[in-house]
């Protein structure tokens, strides 16, 4: 195994928003909180354990305990429920979709990076206690995001009918998709490992919150992961005043909007606040509540409440109500003594988007962490780059540049296009000076035949490269056909390949190598060679 790490602007694959973050640019500081780092986390410690009270610690571990009823689970990950209850006890936190079989290879990035930094945390500060947490989304109802995943290049899907939150859906209809599964694995040790964990999750279990349950367990219970699942009506108890604020005052919207009005200066918005950002959520429906002539509506139904009837309802079936993307990471903070978010671009873009409306409600914001992103390069593909002479970082370029500049670099061209330019430009800037002391008809007649020469020069550059592009035809070809291995589609195979590609060519060492390599605050982009 070989590590390498390489700035995340390297890759191309990340946004501005991101790189600045990172780079903690002034333009960007004021939509966040403490940064990720060991000072950092010293202030956000005290920022948090002078905020969340014992009580909501017992509730929080007690509904765990619930959850985690009809689950075998590690002595590691009970003692972390356990010392929820404690003063001293914080989690590091992710979230995710209940993909079908954890769907992109990042859902493994994203666990794994929460597990690493709070080992790395218990090191830096032996005297309090990190938890690793997964909260699984399983209140979302965007059931064609989470209905398949991609194995071998072929697309793995469960066809049934959608409505309703998508962690109460029955697993019925699963049999079918584990055979077409199962068909694409073989036989061998890890083939066999594969299929029962998927047969046990989906085919043993009643709901796809349960089953994504047990197979993130499985495969994470070793290193204490304690994984969330926030429709639950004792940990909704505890947001209630959060959602009586948002019916009545609607402060999420005021908030957020009155951020993007600066945020959206520099940076690409995410997201865009409703008025109220909250779902009515049924067995088979999940909708928007919506105030409209002074009633309380639920959209595409029958459903309303006045005033006094929806904040009855509230009291009575805390459940029932839903934060949408707006709201859910507020629920998240109210319910965790949480440290700090791990997550992707997109998602760090639109927490920066709720930096004050956690100041106005009075929730400390949380620690924002891009998490790991990982390239996996088998020895055979880092041979094949060693022979072309590609470097870990020109894998990233876009294909046409990486072709043109191989193809050159192996040519032996020697015309410097870009000398060209520079004594083209020296010329005519002379040409520029006699012009401006005659007519301006001249000038004119000076600028035109410039872009001319320039265009020329730029249309000789691509046909020279065409026309060596189609010399080097085996060259290119390798190299085509090489990069598309690693970034299938051209996009990072992270976002593209499920973990069990990899899982059925190396088994548990495949987990135990990312562990071993994923340094959540060092705030890089990691090239796993196996």
Not at 212 to 229: K, P, Q
Not at 299 to 314: A, G, H, P, V
Request: glycine letters at 4%.
């Amino acid at each position: 195994m070989k590590v390498t790490q390489i700035p995340f602007q390297k890759t191309g694959f990340f946004s501005k928003t991101m790189l600045d973050y990172l780079e903690q640019k002034e333009s960007i500081q004021t939509f966040y909180n403490n940064f990720p780092n060991i000072s950092g986390f010293q202030n956000q410690i005290e920022e948090k354990q002078k905020s969340f009270d014992v009580e909501s610690r017992f509730i929080l571990a007690d509904a765990l305990k619930n959850q985690y009823k009809s689950i075998e689970i590690s002595d590691k990950t009970s003692e972390n429920i356990q010392g929820l209850k404690l003063k001293n006890t914080f989690t590091i936190t992710t979230g995710h979709q209940l993909n079908l079989f954890t769907g992109p290879l990042y859902f493994l990035y994203k666990i794994i990076s929460v597990i690493n930094l709070s080992e790395e945390l218990s090191e830096k500060f032996p005297e309090q206690n990190f938890v690793p947490v997964y909260w699984m989304a399983t209140e979302d109802h965007d059931f064609d995001e989470i209905n398949s995943f991609n194995f071998d290049g072929k697309k793995v899907l469960w066809n049934r009918k959608d409505g309703g939150a998508v962690g109460r859906f029955s697993t019925n209809g699963l049999e079918d998709v584990f055979e077409v599964f199962s068909n694409h694995l073989g036989n061998s040790k890890n083939a066999q490992y594969l299929k029962q964990l998927f047969a046990v999750g989906y085919l043993k279990h009643q709901n796809l919150a349960d089953a994504t349950r047990y197979i993130a367990n499985e495969l994470f219970s070793e290193f204490g992961l304690v994984i969330v699942d926030g429709d639950d009506e004792k940990l909704k108890e505890l947001f209630v005043p959060f959602v009586k604020d948002e019916l009545e005052q609607q402060t999420s919207f005021k908030q957020v909007t009155k951020t993007i009005e600066s945020l959206e200066k520099l940076y690409k918005i995410q997201v865009n606040p409703r008025e109220i950002n909250l779902f009515y959520l049924g067995d088979n429906f999940r909708e928007r509540i919506i105030f409209e002539d002074g009633i309380y509506k639920v959209n595409n139904t029958e459903i309303t409440f006045s005033k006094e009837e929806i904040f009855e309802e509230l009291k009575n079936n805390p459940k029932a109500f839903s934060p949408n993307v707006i709201m859910r990471p507020l629920y998240q903070e109210v319910i965790l003594p949480n440290l700090c978010y791990v997550g992707g671009g997109g998602e760090m873009a639109y927490w920066l988007e709720l930096k004050g409306y956690f100041d106005e409600v009075e929730v400390p914001f949380p620690i924002l962490l891009l998490r790991n992103s990982v390239q996996v390069i088998s020895e055979k593909q880092a041979s094949k780059l060693k022979k072309l002479n590609i470097s870990l970082e020109e894998i990233f370029l876009k294909q046409n540049d990486l072709l043109s500049k191989k193809v050159v670099e192996n040519s032996g061209i020697t015309v410097n296009f870009l000398k060209i330019q520079e004594t083209l430009m020296h010329q005519f800037s002379k040409f520029n000076e006699v012009a401006k002391k005659t007519d301006i008809s001249f000038q004119g007649a000076v600028n035109a035949q410039a872009k001319k020469q320039f265009n020329g020069i730029k249309n000789l550059q691509k046909r020279l490269l065409r026309a060596e592009k189609r010399r080097q035809k085996d060259l290119v070809d390798r190299i085509i056909v090489l990069q598309n291995q690693i970034l299938p589609n051209q996009s990072l195979e992270e976002r593209q390949r499920n973990f069990s590609e990899y899982y059925l060519e190396y088994g548990a060492s495949f987990i135990e190598n990312l562990k071993a390599s994923l340094r959540p605050l060092q705030l890089e982009f990691t090239i796993l060679e196996l």
